[in-house]
């Protein structure tokens, strides 16, 4: 597949990918090498990549717990002190190798250790190669509440073999599937419905698709790379969706719900506000709703649940001067942003949701 280049830096694909790679390193002359992993890919992910690797640098390895509860300040201190520790310099080289975490979590700790010190994204899962390794954004959590501190500054390459998905369970193939979905509605129909179905997919299908995935998002940051404007697109689903993941990951008796999973549980609560208050067609709202349905699992959310979660919208990102600012489809491949909503109507979605 052909490299994908953005404004700042670019995507390569595959075996070309390492070569690419390979030549960096060896043209910028770094003083240590730094690869950042968690305890799933360190030891499912590591090996293949540690033999790709043609360099005669110093290499070490920093890991650190895996999952989403892990994305804290808490973290990124145990790792600027391991870089600390190790003889990091400015002339260093971070890696990160894994899932959104290690991405969000190493790029931020990168760009702040030293005041910068460059960093690539070396993305593993399926949402980290469509989404969180693409982009520029970097950050942690604070407490539950979702990507609250970090910074917009890309890497210098992003590096995805597909290979590193023969490593994932199907729940976080589906995750990643999630952010897929909704770069089909925010702008191309055709696009969603190849995805929705998954029985006619086959591998090298998937990578074209990942390919578009990554192409769409470029173009959209390339035009707004501090979303100020269009990048908003990209929340569509995100403004319940992180509200939901938030709730359920901070609530301890609640199971927790992968992002994706909750991202598609927002999808279909702003499908159903968007075709309440805006133009988006109700069968249009029907045929989205069946087709996240028949790939994700329901899951409950009670009305004793509603408020709390209405709640956690006040610390979503896009938020100004006090108003939550949803983005709502106007159409599928018709995104509007700093689309105001009313409690009630956000219930009533809820209540359409267990339907």
């Not at 929705?196 to 707004?224: A, C, G, P």
């Amino acid at each position: 597949m052909n490299s994908i280049e953005t404004k700042t830096y670019t995507v390569h694909f595959n075996t070309n990918a390492y070569t690419e790679l390979n030549n960096y390193i060896e043209h910028n002359k770094f003083s240590k090498i730094f690869i950042l992993v968690d305890t799933n890919t360190h030891d499912n992910c590591l090996p293949k990549f540690m033999a790709q690797l043609e360099t005669k640098i110093n290499i070490e390895i920093i890991e650190i717990n895996a999952g989403e509860q892990n994305k804290t300040i808490d973290t990124c201190v145990g790792v600027w002190n391991a870089l600390s520790d190790l003889g990091a310099d400015r002339k260093s080289l971070m890696l990160n190798l894994g899932g959104g975490v290690v991405t969000d979590l190493g790029g931020f700790v990168a760009c702040t250790f030293k005041r910068g010190i460059k960093y690539i994204n070396v993305p593993t899962s399926l949402l980290a190669m469509v989404d969180a390794s693409v982009g520029g954004k970097t950050g942690v959590d604070l407490g539950a509440i979702k990507n609250q501190v970090g910074v917009i500054s890309s890497g210098d390459m992003v590096i995805i073999d597909t290979s590193y998905l023969d490593t994932l369970p199907q729940n976080q193939m589906k995750s990643g599937l999630a952010e897929m979905l909704k770069h089909g509605l925010i702008v191309d129909k055709n696009y969603f419905d190849k995805l929705t179905d998954l029985s006619k997919l086959t591998l090298n299908d998937l990578d074209e698709l990942i390919h578009q995935s990554i192409e769409i998002k470029k173009t959209i940051v390339n035009k707004d790379p501090f979303e100020q404007n269009e990048r908003k697109h990209l929340n569509f689903g995100h403004t319940l969706g992180h509200a939901i993941e938030s709730y359920f990951l901070s609530h301890p008796e609640k199971e927790e719900i992968l992002h994706g999973e909750a991202i598609a549980i927002g999808i279909i609560l702003e499908c159903f506000i968007s075709a309440e208050i805006l133009n988006l067609p109700k069968q249009d709202l029907e045929y989205i709703t069946k087709a996240l349905k028949s790939i994700y699992k329901p899951v409950t959310i009670n009305p004793s649940d509603y408020d709390a979660i209405i709640d956690l919208l006040k610390y979503d990102k896009k938020n100004e001067h006090g108003n939550i600012n949803f983005v709502l489809l106007d159409g599928i491949g018709k995104p509007k942003i700093d689309c105001l909503v009313d409690n009630e109507l956000i219930a009533k979605s809820f209540e359409y949701y267990k339907i």
